[in-house]
């Protein structure tokens, strides 16, 4: 069970009392270091910033926008970092593998994954939209690859069932929004069987180019390794079509 704030205040001061006892006695700078550390923690932890994880506040209404998932639960902790100040949040949907649909994947994504990403997904555009900060935050979802486009098809050595899709990395979709994205645009285009694309494809490297653009980030930009190599930050072109 977790601590109220009283009580956590209660046991940083008695560590404090013991730890100053150590100071000073012949036992080098380890319990002095400690207690900076010990102190910057607490600074961190009692932290107006510290709210945005308190989700639990919210009104029931709220929460209830975002469904009572951990991927809900996680895009209104998103909301809530971006407001104060945090640069990058990701969210996960899908635990032990959820999306690598090998068996049964129409009822998977039907039952356990469209939903919540639809509902929740959603409900953090509109907060981001209606406070304004859906201008200056982008919205990227993703995932690694896509799903073959016929059931039962094995391009990878995994054990597909009838009812099943493979790894499929030729043809996917993603979602981007705000930080200067048009609204309700669809760039590119796939063939009758979302096999391969056949209008402006976009590599996963152009992708990542389009991002950095948007954070004022110039994709071309050198960045130097261990042994001194110039590296190009990502190989890739801005999609600049996207933007408005």
């Not at 009283?6 to 009392?17: C, G, H």
């Not at 690694?144 to 054990?159: D, L, Q, V, Y």
């Not at 063939?191 to 980030?217: F, K, Q």
């Amino acid at each position: 069970m977790g601590l109220d704030d009283d009580r956590l205040m209660q046991r940083m001061y008695a560590l404090d009392l013991i730890e100053k006892g150590f100071i000073g006695q012949n036992r080098g700078s380890a319990a002095s270091d400690h207690q900076k550390i010990l102190k910057k923690t607490l600074n961190l932890m009692t932290s107006k910033q510290m709210d945005a994880f308190k989700v639990a506040s919210e009104p029931e209404e709220v929460k209830e926008r975002y469904g009572a998932t951990n991927f809900g639960r996680g895009c209104l902790m998103a909301r809530r970092l971006v407001e104060q100040g945090v640069n990058m949040v990701q969210v996960n949907l899908g635990n032990n593998e959820t999306w690598d649909t090998h068996q049964a994947a129409f009822p998977s994504l039907k039952n356990f994954l469209l939903p919540p990403l639809d509902h929740s997904l959603s409900a953090l555009l509109e907060d981001l939209d209606a406070s304004g900060l859906l201008d200056e935050t982008m919205v990227v979802v993703v995932g690694e690859f896509g799903r073959s486009p016929k059931m039962g098809i094995s391009t990878s050595g995994n054990g597909n069932d009838k009812n099943g899709r493979d790894h499929w990395p030729y043809c996917f979709t993603s979602i981007v929004a705000g930080g200067g994205i048009k609204r309700g645009y669809v760039y590119g285009k796939s063939d009758e069987t979302g096999s391969a694309p056949v209008e402006n494809p976009v590599h996963p490297r152009d992708l990542l180019a389009t991002i950095y653009h948007a954070v004022g980030i110039n994709p071309k930009t050198l960045v130097y390794n261990h042994l001194n190599q110039p590296r190009e930050l990502v190989k890739g072109e801005a999609v600049l079509d996207l933007f408005a």
